[in-house]
C-alpha cells in the first residue's frame, strides 16, 4: 500500500492506493491511443470553419506506419515489411479567390503552426522556411496539375519524430487531398512515386521508398511485402491470435535530415558500385567476401552485410508470419536489431537497452529498433497475456521516459466524404 498526504488548507487528507493500483495509473499515462479518424476529421473540420469562415470542399487522410523488418534496405532496392498505424493525417480544404495557398496545421503536441506561399499555377515553387512546409510544397510541386490558390487545416495524432513516418503520413494525406480538391486521380504506385520525389526534392531527405508506399496502400490486419525493385507489393494476412505488436517509443529524438542517413546510403552505393551491381540488391552472401578483396573501407563492408542478411530476413519473415511462427520471427527481429546496430550502427543506447530488457521479459516473441534509427521507436511481439508485465518492467528499468502503443494494422490513404 501506498500513502500519499495532501494539505487542503489546513486539513491533512490521507489517501490510500495499492501499488498495483498506482502502477496501473503510471502505465495509463504513458500510453499513446489514436483520436480515430472520426474525431481527428471534425476537429479539422470545425478548425477550419473557425480560421477561414467557410465549409471545406475537399477532405483526405493518410497514416503513420512501423515497419516489421527490413530496415535500412529500401534505399538499396530490398525487400520491406511495414504496416499502417491508426494514427492518422487529415487534410481539409477549399479553393480561395487567391494566387496563394494558405495552411495551417495542429500537430500531435497540440502545437499549431501555419505558413502561406504562391499557389502552383501562380509561381514555380522552391523549397524555403519554414522547414515543415516544404513537405507540403514538394508535394504541391509535384501533383500531376497546377493548384490554384487553396486554404486548408491538417491535423495530425501521428507521433512526430518516433520513427512512424509522421512526414510520409502527411506527404500522402496532402497528395490524397489534392485529388478530392481538384478530381485528378492517380494510381497509388505513382502516387507513392511523387511523394518520395516530393520528399527527396524539397525537404532533402533522400528516403527510400516504403514510408510512402505502405502509407498509400496499408490494408486492416496485414502487413505489406514491398519489393522496392520492381515496386510490387504482396499483402501479408497479419493475424497473430494471442501475440501484439507492441511499440514502444524511446523518446529520444532523432533528426533524418542530418548527415548520418545521407551517409549510409552513400556506403550502400559505394559498396554496389565496387561489386559492379546496379543495387545492392542483387548482392549475394558470397559477394561479400569479394567485397572484402576490393575494398579496406570497414564501413562499406558492414553496410552491405547488413543490406544483403537484412532482405533474406524479412522475406523469410513475410513467409513465417502467416503460418503463426512467431518464435522464428521473433528470433529474426532480434537479428535484424544487432545487425542495425553492430554493422549498420544507427541505432543507440536507449534503444539498445530497450531490446535488451525484451530478451530476458517473458511472453517475448523478439524485439528491434525500427524506422531509420538514432532514436524512435522498437517495436516488440508479445504474448497478450504478459502485456502489462513487460511495459512494468520498461518503467522499472529503462533510464529514459518510454511511451506505449499497440500496433494494429489499419487502412491506408483515402478521400474522405465531406458531409
Given at each position: 500500500?501506498?500513502?500519499?498526504?495532501?494539505?487542503?488548507?489546513?486539513?491533512?487528507?490521507?489517501?490510500?492506493?495499492?501499488?498495483?493500483?498506482?502502477?496501473?495509473?503510471?502505465?495509463?499515462?504513458?500510453?499513446?491511443?489514436?483520436?480515430?479518424?472520426?474525431?481527428?476529421?471534425?476537429?479539422?473540420?470545425?478548425?477550419?470553419?473557425?480560421?477561414?469562415?467557410?465549409?471545406?470542399?475537399?477532405?483526405?487522410?493518410?497514416?503513420?506506419?512501423?515497419?516489421?523488418?527490413?530496415?535500412?534496405?529500401?534505399?538499396?532496392?530490398?525487400?520491406?515489411?511495414?504496416?499502417?498505424?491508426?494514427?492518422?493525417?487529415?487534410?481539409?480544404?477549399?479553393?480561395?479567390?487567391?494566387?496563394?495557398?494558405?495552411?495551417?496545421?495542429?500537430?500531435?503536441?497540440?502545437?499549431?503552426?501555419?505558413?502561406?506561399?504562391p499557389?502552383?499555377?501562380?509561381?514555380?515553387?522552391?523549397?524555403?522556411?519554414?522547414?515543415?512546409?516544404?513537405?507540403?510544397?514538394?508535394?504541391?510541386?509535384n501533383?500531376?496539375?497546377?493548384?490554384?490558390?487553396?486554404?486548408?487545416?491538417?491535423?495530425?495524432?501521428?507521433?512526430?519524430?518516433a520513427?512512424?513516418?509522421s512526414?510520409a503520413?502527411?506527404?500522402?494525406?496532402?497528395?490524397?487531398?489534392?485529388?478530392?480538391?481538384?478530381?485528378?486521380?492517380?494510381?497509388?504506385?505513382?502516387?507513392?512515386?511523387l511523394?518520395?520525389?516530393?520528399?527527396?526534392?524539397?525537404?532533402?531527405?533522400?528516403?527510400?521508398?516504403?514510408?510512402?508506399?505502405?502509407?498509400?496502400?496499408?490494408?486492416?490486419?496485414?502487413?505489406?511485402?514491398?519489393?522496392?525493385r520492381?515496386?510490387?507489393?504482396?499483402?501479408?494476412p497479419?493475424q497473430t491470435?494471442?501475440?501484439?505488436?507492441?511499440?514502444?517509443?524511446?523518446?529520444?529524438?532523432?533528426?533524418?535530415?542530418?548527415?548520418?542517413?545521407?551517409?549510409?546510403?552513400?556506403?550502400?552505393?559505394?559498396?554496389?558500385?565496387?561489386?559492379?551491381?546496379?543495387?545492392?540488391?542483387?548482392?549475394?552472401?558470397?559477394?561479400?567476401?569479394?567485397?572484402?578483396?576490393?575494398?579496406?573501407?570497414?564501413?562499406?563492408?558492414?553496410?552491405?552485410?547488413?543490406?544483403?542478411?537484412?532482405?533474406?530476413?524479412?522475406?523469410?519473415?513475410?513467409?513465417?508470419?502467416?503460418?503463426?511462427?512467431?518464435?522464428?520471427v521473433?528470433?529474426?527481429?532480434?537479428e535484424?536489431?544487432?545487425?542495425?546496430?553492430?554493422?549498420?550502427?544507427?541505432?543507440?543506447?536507449?534503444?539498445?537497452?530497450?531490446?535488451?530488457?525484451?530478451?530476458?521479459?517473458?511472453?517475448?516473441?523478439?524485439?528491434?529498433?525500427?524506422?531509420?534509427?538514432?532514436?524512435?521507436?522498437?517495436?516488440?511481439?508479445?504474448?497478450?497475456?504478459?502485456?502489462?508485465?513487460?511495459?512494468s518492467?520498461?518503467?522499472?528499468?529503462?533510464?529514459?521516459n518510454?511511451?506505449?502503443?499497440?500496433?494494429?494494422?489499419?487502412?491506408g490513404?483515402?478521400?474522405?466524404?465531406?458531409?
Amino acid at each position: 500500500m501506498i500513502t500519499f498526504y495532501c494539505a487542503l488548507d489546513r486539513d491533512i487528507v490521507v489517501f490510500y492506493i495499492s501499488l498495483c493500483d498506482f502502477v496501473r495509473y503510471i502505465l495509463t499515462m504513458c500510453e499513446i491511443t489514436a483520436k480515430g479518424e472520426a474525431t481527428l476529421f471534425e476537429e479539422a473540420k470545425q478548425k477550419f470553419r473557425s480560421i477561414f469562415g467557410k465549409k471545406a470542399a475537399a477532405a483526405a487522410s493518410a497514416p503513420g506506419r512501423v515497419n516489421l523488418i527490413g530496415e535500412h534496405v529500401d534505399y538499396c532496392e530490398g525487400l520491406v515489411l511495414p504496416v499502417a498505424l491508426p494514427f492518422t493525417t487529415i487534410v481539409v480544404g477549399a479553393y480561395n479567390s487567391l494566387e496563394e495557398c494558405r495552411i495551417h496545421t495542429v500537430l500531435a503536441s497540440g502545437e499549431e503552426l501555419k505558413t502561406s506561399f504562391p499557389s502552383s499555377s501562380a509561381e514555380p515553387l522552391k523549397p524555403g522556411d519554414p522547414a515543415w512546409a516544404n513537405y507540403v510544397k514538394g508535394v504541391l510541386a509535384n501533383f500531376p496539375v497546377a493548384v490554384r490558390g487553396f486554404d486548408a487545416v491538417i491535423v495530425s495524432d501521428v507521433p512526430m519524430g518516433a520513427g512512424v513516418s509522421s512526414s510520409a503520413s502527411l506527404e500522402v494525406a496532402f497528395f490524397t487531398f489534392l485529388e478530392s480538391l481538384t478530381g485528378q486521380r492517380t494510381g497509388l504506385v505513382e502516387k507513392a512515386k511523387l511523394c518520395q520525389k516530393a520528399e527527396h526534392e524539397f525537404p532533402g531527405m533522400p528516403c527510400g521508398i516504403m514510408d510512402q508506399y505502405i502509407v498509400s496502400m496499408g490494408k486492416k490486419d496485414h502487413a505489406l511485402l514491398i519489393d522496392c525493385r520492381s515496386l510490387q507489393a504482396t499483402q501479408i494476412p497479419l493475424q497473430t491470435d494471442d501475440a501484439v505488436i507492441l511499440v514502444i517509443n524511446s523518446n529520444v529524438k532523432h533528426q533524418l535530415t542530418g548527415s548520418e542517413y545521407p551517409l549510409r546510403r552513400a556506403q550502400c552505393q559505394e559498396a554496389a558500385k565496387v561489386l559492379k551491381l546496379p543495387s545492392l540488391r542483387e548482392a549475394h552472401s558470397e559477394d561479400l567476401g569479394e567485397l572484402k578483396r576490393l575494398t579496406s573501407d570497414p564501413d562499406v563492408i558492414k553496410r552491405a552485410k547488413h543490406v544483403v542478411e537484412e532482405i533474406k530476413r524479412t522475406e523469410d519473415a513475410a513467409t513465417l508470419l502467416p503460418k503463426k511462427d512467431l518464435e522464428e520471427v521473433g528470433r529474426l527481429f532480434y537479428e535484424s536489431h544487432d545487425s542495425l546496430s553492430k554493422l549498420m550502427e544507427v541505432s543507440c543506447p536507449e534503444l539498445d537497452q530497450l531490446v535488451d530488457i525484451m530478451r530476458s521479459s517473458p511472453g517475448v516473441y523478439g524485439a528491434r529498433m525500427t524506422g531509420g534509427g538514432f532514436g524512435g521507436c522498437m517495436i516488440a511481439l508479445v504474448e497478450e497475456k504478459y502485456v502489462e508485465d513487460v511495459k512494468s518492467r520498461v518503467l522499472k528499468e529503462y533510464k529514459g521516459n518510454p511511451t506505449f502503443f499497440i500496433c494494429n494494422p489499419s487502412d491506408g490513404a483515402k478521400i474522405l466524404q465531406i458531409i
